[in-house]
Structure formats: C-alpha cells, structure tokens
C-alpha cells in the first residue's frame, strides 16, 4: 500500500512539474499564430482568420491525381488529366493549393528554417489522407542531395515524413530512397525541363531494395507542382519493387478548380 501511495505522490508531482514547465513556457513564448503571429490558444496552430483563407483541398476530387472538382460528376470518376497522362504513382493527397498562407508556410519551413511548423503541417496532411496512411506500410521522404543537405542542414520533406510516422505510427524509411544526382534548382523549370533535370536522380540503396519490395508506400514532399519530382521518386521506388505508391503533400500548385 505504502508502495502504491508513494508511485501515486510521485507521479502527481511529475504532473505538477510538467504543469509548472508548460506554463512557464508559454509565458515566455506565448501561442502564436503560425502565419499572422496573433495570440491563439496553443502552438502549432493559426488564428480563425488565416484557417479561413487556406484553400482546403477537400471532396470531391480526383481519385488518381487529387484535383478537385467544380462539382461533384460521381464515384470513381477521375479526371481528364489522369486518363489523359496516367502518373507513374497510384495516387495523390495535398492538403492545400499552393497560394497564401499554405505558401507562406512552405516557405516557413523550407527557406526560413521554421521547423516547429512541421509537427502542425503533417498532422493536416494525415488528416487529408487518412485512409491512404492507414492502408501504407511505410512512409518515405522526397530526399535531398548531400550537397544541398549540407547547404540547408535539414530536409523539408523528411522533417514532415518524420512527424507523420510519429503521429500516425507508421514506419519512416529514413534510408529507402537516396538522390544519387546533384539536380539545378526546379523553381523556373518548365515542366519538360524539370522531368529532365531529375530522371534517374533517385534510387533505393543496394541492399536495401528489401525495405520497399512488396509494401505500400506514402511518399512524402512539401509542394507538388508539375510532378516530375515525385514520378521520378516513384519510378526508383517501384523498380525496387514497391506495390503501391501514394504521394503526400503539404500543398500544390494549381490555377483552379476543373
């Protein structure tokens, strides 16, 4: 009994220490908006106003390529684009279009070294594609040359993969994919040019292929924009041997809805 009440006393204290270090620290860092930077009831969130202005991708949309639609046309029906030039990849998820404050927040987080924005922004793409992170084996990050690692010190996409696996317990294949060539920069890039510039830039290391055969996949990016990134992912990870291929990303880009 004494066992059992003195467990209990320390636990309660630990509680009350725990209690006293998150009030202390949000009197130091009070709750901020993550793009406005107004006072809000906790980090890692936006005010009412900045949530209203994000161009939530939700259904009806394409089932293969994620667009959304004007209206809805039924079940199963996917777009012109997705008949007309089937990706490499089995699907897509975004969470938002790739303007305002889902812009804003990209850029955060891969030009601003903002990487206390990741934990927030995976958490919304595991809520756009619940049922296709549910159904995956492993998640796998869009990854950076050494080069440029070097450069930028983190990863972007990675530091996303890696709180998506946390808050959805899904594995994160830190070493499944490697970019075994130093590409130019993709921003200015048609599209013709950004296939080029990055076919045969990704492979699964040797001696590893057994991380990817047979699984179903989340591919993970910050922004999708012509596709010629993660196709080419896609492409390395399905000659490893990988079932199924489905691609996250934070936002994308897109002129409006079809």
């Known amino acids: 009994m004494w066992a059992h009440l003195v467990q209990k006393t320390a636990s309660v204290s630990r509680y009350r220490a725990g209690a006293m270090l998150r009030g202390l ?13 107004v006072h809000v009831a906790g980090h890692h969130a936006l005010c009412s106003s900045c949530w209203g202005e994000m161009r939530l991708i939700e259904k009806p949309y394409c089932p293969v390529l994620g667009l959304p639609f004007a209206h ?8 012109p684009q997705a008949i007309a030039h089937p990706p490499v990849f089995d699907r897509l998820r975004s969470v938002a279009l790739h303007e305002g404050v889902a812009r804003h927040l990209v850029h955060g987080l891969k030009y601003r070294d903002r990487v206390d924005l990741a934990p927030m922004m995976a958490g919304w793409m595991l809520r756009a594609a619940s049922v296709e992170v549910a159904e995956a084996d492993a998640i796998v990050a869009v990854p950076l040359h050494r080069m440029r690692i070097f450069r930028r010190m983190f990863n972007q996409s990675a530091e996303l993969a890696r709180h998506l696996s946390a808050q959805s317990g899904k594995p994160f294949l830190a070493e499944a994919l490697e970019r075994r060539k130093r590409t130019r920069q993709q921003v200015g890039l048609t599209a013709n040019q950004r296939s080029l510039n990055v076919r045969g ?25 012509t596709g010629a990134t993660v196709s080419a992912a896609t492409t390395a990870l399905k000659k490893a041997g990988a079932a199924d291929v489905t691609v996250l990303t934070f936002a994308r880009a897109l002129a409006g809805p079809i």
């Not at 009197?27 to 793009?35: K, Q, S, T, V």
């Not at 809805?72 to 777009?79: L, Y």
């Not at 830039?201 to 924009?225: M, N």
């Open 25 to 37: 620290f949000h009197l130091i860092y009070p709750p901020a908006c993550a793009h406005c930077h």
């Open 201 to 225: 830039a990704f492979g699964v290391p040797e001696g590893r292929e057994d991380l990817v055969f047979g699984k179903r996949i989340v591919l993970v990016d910050d922004v999708y924009t």
């Open 72 to 79: 809805d046309p039924g079940e199963g029906m996917v777009s």
